[in-house]
C-alpha cells in the first residue's frame, strides 16, 4: 500500500445517464499547451491526455491501462508524469486506488496540468512534486445527467456522495479540515506550485529535473492540438461530450461514437464547415 497509508476510495456506481467530461474552461486552457510525451523507463507511467477512455482519438487514460502498467512494474519505486485536464471521476478514482496499492514508493511529478480527476489521481503519490507554471485543479464533481425530475434529483443526491468521496481523499492526503477543502471545490480552484504546497497538495517545486524529461518530444503530432482546441471550443459552447465525439466520428468517416474513428480516412469537408459554423455561432 501507500508509504503514507492513504485510505482507499470508495466505489460507487456509474449510472447509465450520467456523461462525464472535463470542465471547459480546464480543458480549453489544456488544449493551448504542446502536446508533451514524457521520457518513458521500466519504472515510470505519464498520464499526459484526458482520464477515461477517448475512442474518437484513441487515446484517454483508464485504469485498465494503468493497472497493466503497474503489473509490468513490478514492486518497484516509480513515478507518475501527469498533465491532464481530468475527465471521468471513475476513472480517476480506480485509478488513484490502484496507485494507492502499489507497494513500492510512489512519486508523482506535475507536468503542466492536474487538474479535475487528475488532481485526485495525484493524491496517491508519497511525494508529489510540481514544476514552475505547472497548476493544480480541484473542484465539485462535473457531470451532465439526462433524464426526467426524478433523475435529477436523485442526480443532485448523488453528486453530494461524490464530492463527500472527492474532499475526503483531498483530506487524507493535505491534511486540511474537510469544511476547507469543501470550499476549494465550491471555487473551483487553482493552484500554482507555490498555493499547492502551501495547502499541502504538493511537497516541493522541482522544475529542473521535471523539464528534463518532458521536452524530449513535446511537439510531435501537431494534429493533437488542433483536436484538441476544436474540442474546447466545442465544450465552451455548451456541446455535450457525445455531441462532440459524434461530430468528430462524422468528420473521420464513422457513423456513431461507439465506433472507434478512422485515423486515416481524409476529413469530411460539409461535416468540417458545420463543426466551424457551430463554434462561430
Same mark, same amino acid.
Request: charge should be negative.
Given at each position: 500500500?501507500?508509504?503514507?497509508?492513504?485510505?482507499?476510495?470508495?466505489?460507487?456506481?456509474?449510472?447509465?445517464?450520467?456523461?462525464?467530461?472535463?470542465?471547459?474552461?480546464?480543458?480549453?486552457?489544456?488544449?493551448?499547451?504542446?502536446?508533451?510525451?514524457?521520457?518513458?523507463?521500466?519504472?515510470?507511467?505519464?498520464?499526459?491526455?484526458?482520464?477515461?477512455?477517448?475512442?474518437?482519438?484513441?487515446?484517454?487514460?483508464?485504469?485498465?491501462?494503468?493497472?497493466?502498467?503497474?503489473?509490468?512494474?513490478?514492486?518497484?519505486?516509480?513515478?507518475?508524469?501527469?498533465?491532464?485536464?481530468?475527465?471521468?471521476?471513475?476513472?480517476?478514482?480506480?485509478?488513484?486506488?490502484?496507485?494507492?496499492?502499489?507497494?513500492?514508493?510512489?512519486?508523482?511529478?506535475?507536468?503542466?496540468?492536474?487538474?479535475?480527476?487528475?488532481?485526485?489521481?495525484?493524491?496517491?503519490?508519497?511525494?508529489?512534486?510540481?514544476?514552475?507554471?505547472?497548476?493544480?485543479?480541484?473542484?465539485?464533481?462535473?457531470?451532465?445527467? *439526462?433524464?426526467?425530475? #426524478?433523475?435529477?434529483? =436523485?442526480? !443532485?443526491?448523488?453528486?453530494?456522495? +461524490? @464530492?463527500? %468521496?472527492?474532499?475526503?481523499?483531498?483530506?487524507?492526503?493535505?491534511?486540511?479540515?474537510?469544511?476547507?477543502?469543501?470550499?476549494?471545490?465550491?471555487?473551483?480552484?487553482?493552484?500554482?506550485?507555490?498555493?499547492?504546497?502551501?495547502?499541502?497538495?504538493?511537497?516541493?517545486?522541482?522544475?529542473?529535473?521535471?523539464?528534463?524529461?518532458?521536452?524530449?518530444?513535446?511537439?510531435?503530432?501537431?494534429?493533437?492540438?488542433?483536436?484538441?482546441?476544436?474540442?474546447?471550443?466545442?465544450?465552451?459552447?455548451?456541446?455535450?461530450?457525445?455531441?462532440?465525439?459524434?461530430?468528430?466520428?462524422? *468528420?473521420?468517416?464513422? #457513423?456513431?461514437?461507439? =465506433?472507434? !474513428?478512422?485515423?486515416?480516412?481524409? +476529413? @469530411?469537408? %460539409?461535416?468540417?464547415?458545420?463543426?466551424?459554423?457551430?463554434?462561430?455561432?
Amino acid at each position: 500500500m501507500s508509504l503514507r497509508s492513504l485510505p482507499e476510495a470508495p466505489t460507487m456506481a456509474r449510472r447509465r445517464n450520467y456523461q462525464w467530461d472535463a470542465p471547459s474552461d480546464v480543458l480549453a486552457k489544456w488544449a493551448e499547451t504542446a502536446p508533451m510525451a514524457a521520457a518513458e523507463d521500466d519504472r515510470s507511467i505519464s498520464i499526459l491526455d484526458v482520464i477515461g477512455e477517448e475512442p474518437w482519438s484513441g487515446g484517454g487514460v483508464t485504469a485498465k491501462r494503468i493497472s497493466a502498467a503497474l503489473r509490468s512494474i513490478g514492486s518497484q519505486d516509480i513515478v507518475v508524469r501527469i498533465n491532464s485536464p481530468g475527465g471521468d471521476m471513475f476513472e480517476g478514482i480506480a485509478i488513484y486506488n490502484l496507485l494507492c496499492a502499489h507497494p513500492a514508493k510512489v512519486t508523482v511529478e506535475v507536468l503542466g496540468w492536474a487538474a479535475s480527476a487528475a488532481s485526485i489521481i495525484a493524491m496517491a503519490g508519497d511525494e508529489i512534486r510540481m514544476g514552475h507554471g505547472a497548476f493544480m485543479m480541484v473542484h465539485n464533481a462535473w457531470g451532465m445527467v *439526462i433524464g426526467n425530475r #426524478h433523475d435529477m434529483r =436523485e442526480a !443532485a443526491s448523488l453528486f453530494d456522495q +461524490f @464530492d463527500a %468521496a472527492i474532499a475526503d481523499i483531498y483530506e487524507a492526503r493535505t491534511g486540511m479540515t474537510h469544511a476547507s477543502i469543501e470550499q476549494l471545490m465550491d471555487a473551483e480552484t487553482f493552484m500554482d506550485p507555490a498555493q499547492a504546497i502551501e495547502y499541502g497538495f504538493a511537497d516541493a517545486v522541482d522544475d529542473a529535473e521535471i523539464h528534463t524529461v518532458t521536452n524530449a518530444r513535446a511537439q510531435a503530432r501537431p494534429e493533437i492540438l488542433a483536436k484538441r482546441r476544436i474540442d474546447a471550443a466545442l465544450a465552451q459552447h455548451g456541446i455535450p461530450r457525445t455531441e462532440r465525439r459524434k461530430m468528430f466520428n462524422q *468528420i473521420a468517416g464513422t #457513423h456513431n461514437a461507439a =465506433e472507434p !474513428a478512422m485515423h486515416d480516412a481524409g +476529413f @469530411d469537408i %460539409a461535416a468540417m464547415q458545420r463543426l466551424i459554423e457551430t463554434i462561430r455561432s
